[in-house]
């Protein structure tokens, strides 16, 4: 079964074009910790970034929407526990 919340590190970007071409993605391309629902229901039609999520033994290609950025693990673990969400959090960060 396919996690519906993540806690990931990653790199944002604002456009399509990425860092490389940019200046506005240069800027924000910097890695932090984020919550990431992989399952949206808003606007399913919608272009979406990405993710690879581990489903048993395969790896599928999700879709997703950021819920929030994070200074550290934890404290997206906080919010999943004070959202309600904490049950369906699955954290892909590397240990410390």
Known sequence: MTPR???KRIALTHCKRGPASCARCREVARERVCLLDTLPRAHPEA???MIAVREGDVTVWRTYDVVGEFASVEEARERARA??????VVDLTDPP
């Open 83 to 88: 959202t309600g969400i904490a049950d369906e």
């Open 47 to 49: 272009a979406r970034p």
């Open 5 to 7: 919340y993540v806690i």
